[in-house]
């Protein structure tokens, strides 16, 4: 039996020779192997053989499997409708419901049961006056909440495709109901609602009017461990440093790994006993200058941000992992 080895050269040249004569048959090569961890998953190849059935993968020279074109075409039609389908249902807007507090209008899917919004309203209430006073500011008037039963409507709606909630401006929030990582959704909201508020604490500082486009370039440079600290501590989301190897192990992150979202998101588990710390240390004052300066630890607190690291360590250490 005739032996062929796909390679990607071969599938470039197939798709776009696929009606010469000389091609008897054409093949779409599912090549997987489940026990090996050369190919991972599913490798994917068109090649062009003749009556042969046993094709041999580059890569690992196992497993493989054959469809014919007829099979491709059915395929093909099957991912076209499936692919028609999902793009309709995604298009039909979805059904919300709209709730409005003293402080917020809540825009939510209907499926969400509409005592649980009732329970958000009152803590988002009850902690509008509390961060706005936290943080000397006075949050916006009326803050649109957004809360989707569905990641995927939030990912439509915002773009932001790797986290569950996010701002817009000081008067919008958005969130999923199932959040990453959270399960109580008050602590998402408090989260978000906390961002609003250190937002306005900026713009209150920024010469006025307001040049949008120049803020916004600033506001890129504010650093990720202090913006998401400071909501992390606001909505009360302590993780026992015990309950964290790389503190009990003496392994702290420092600034550069705090500020990195990517690499374990680390200040999401330990942003609350570093805000704590500089409010324990050094005074709710310092803390917001701190914000004002974005996030400037030499010249608001006098100390290297190795030295700052170092000392919130030891404060973790005394109070939490004794
Ligand atoms: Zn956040």
């Known amino acids: 039996m005739a032996e062929h080895q796909a390679n990607a050269c071969e599938i470039l040249s197939v798709f776009y020779s696929s009606r010469h004569p000389a091609i008897e048959h054409l093949f779409v090569i599912f090549n997987f192997d489940f026990s090996n961890s050369i190919c991972s998953g599913w490798q994917f190849a068109i090649a062009m053989v003749s009556k042969c059935f046993n094709v041999r993968c580059d890569f690992c020279g196992q497993s493989i499997m054959i469809f014919r074109m007829k099979k491709l075409k059915k395929i093909l039609l099957i991912l076209a409708i499936l692919f028609l389908t ?17 402080h917020f209008t809540f825009l939510f899917s209907s499926s969400i049961d509409t005592i649980k919004i009732a329970e958000l ?7 509008y006056l509390r961060i706005g006073n936290d943080l000397k500011t006075t949050p916006a008037d009326n803050i649109e909440t957004n809360i989707y039963a569905q990641r995927w409507r939030y990912i439509k709606a915002t773009k932001n495709w790797g986290g569950s909630g996010n701002i817009e401006g000081i008067s919008k929030l958005h ?6 990582g959270e399960t109580d959704i008050k602590k998402v909201a408090v989260h978000e609602f906390a961002h609003t508020v250190t937002l306005k604490l900026l713009l209150d500082h920024e010469p006025q009017p307001i040049n949008s486009k120049d803020f916004d370039k600033k506001f890129s440079t504010f650093p990720t461990w202090l913006w998401e600290g400071i909501s992390v501590y606001e909505a009360q989301q302590f ?11 003496g392994s702290y992150p420092n600034i550069a790994e705090l500020n990195n979202r ?3 998101g680390k200040i999401y588990k330990v942003g609350f006993s570093v805000i704590e710390y ?4 050094y005074g709710q004052q310092k803390l917001l200058e701190l914000i004002i300066s974005y996030g400037n630890i030499s010249k608001v607190l006098g100390v290297t941000e190795d030295v700052f690291s170092k000392d ?3 404060f973790v250490k005394q109070k939490y992992l004794k």
């Open 262 to 264: 990517s690499k374990g």
């Open 86 to 102: 999902f793009f309709i249902i995604i298009c039909i807007p979805e059904n919300r419901k709209e709730i409005k507090t003293k």
């Open 312 to 314: 919130w360590y030891n």
């Open 175 to 180: 969130f999923v109901e199932q959040a990453w």
């Open 239 to 249: 993780v026992d440093p015990k309950s964290l190897p790389f503190l009990s192990n």
């Open 121 to 127: 309203s009152d803590v988002l209430e009850g902690n």
């Open 278 to 281: 500089i409010i324990d240390q």
